[in-house]
């Protein structure tokens, strides 16, 4: 169980486009979710938090026009690149946080290349 | 400001040696501590966690310490196995927030 899925696993994409990248809890509910990115041999780090049903929070740094989030469902979340440049090529990964337990989940991750 | 460091990017053990990998933080405020291990293109998976109100939580090969008066964590992987061979982070959450900040992790590699 507490089985997390992104979709794509990898996207290449010209620069100016927008890119939705989508974060599902399985076989639970998460009212939760995170959104961090990862460059490579650096931390995670995070960059939103997705609550379902209201708007996400973001951290310092982080441009929310430019990285919308959208938490329409207790087992979805999905963000959008938009306008994407190269400079945000990275590894993007979710975590959904199981209601009743501490402790979050990982999704595999999604990999963006923006050329 | 890294709040989470991981201050040794990389170590190598022999199978069957004890793998220290160590964290330290900078914020008092942190109450819960966790490690991840990390596969290149895939997500953290959870290893093992500790409260604040705890210096060590043991789960099976993996032990976790805490000394909150040096901020500093350390987790021990005995005996080590060549499977073990992989990227660590540790990451720090205060209050319920669920916010996780993370270190820079640690690639640990266990030779046959």
């Known amino acids: 169980g507490a089985v997390v899925s992104q979709h794509p696993s990898r996207v290449i994409c010209k620069s100016g486009t927008s890119v939705k990248i989508e974060c599902r809890s399985l076989?639970?509910?998460?009212?939760?979710m995170f959104w961090y990115r990862q460059f490579p041999k650096k931390s995670l780090m995070l960059m939103a938090t997705s609550n379902e049903g209201s708007k996400a929070t973001y951290e310092q740094g982080v441009e929310k026009d430019k990285f919308l989030i959208n938490h329409a469902s207790l087992t979805l979340s999905t963000l959008t690149v938009t306008s994407a440049h190269p400079e945000d090529s990275s590894f993007y990964i979710c975590?959904?946080?199981?209601?009743?337990?501490?402790?979050?989940?990982f999704g595999p991750g999604t990999r963006l290349t923006v050329l | 400001d890294q709040q989470v460091k991981q201050n040794s990017p990389s170590l190598s053990v022999q199978e069957g040696r004890i793998s220290i990998l160590n964290c330290d933080y900078t914020?008092?405020?942190?109450?819960?501590f966790l490690w991840y291990k990390k596969y290149p293109a895939e997500g953290p998976t959870f290893l093992i966690s500790i409260s604040s109100i705890k210096d060590k939580n043991e789960d099976g090969r993996f032990t976790v310490f805490l000394n909150k008066s040096a901020k500093h964590l350390s987790l021990h992987i005995v005996p080590s196995q060549p499977g073990d061979s992989a990227v660590y982070f540790c990451?720090?959450?205060?209050?319920?927030?669920?916010?996780?900040?993370f270190g820079q992790g640690t690639t640990l590699q266990v030779k046959p």
């Open positions: 914020n008092s405020m942190f109450d819960y």
């Open positions: 975590s959904a946080d199981r209601i009743s337990y501490n402790e979050q989940f």
């Open positions: 990451a720090a959450s205060s209050g319920n927030t669920g916010k996780l900040i």
């Open positions: 076989d639970f509910q998460a009212t939760t």
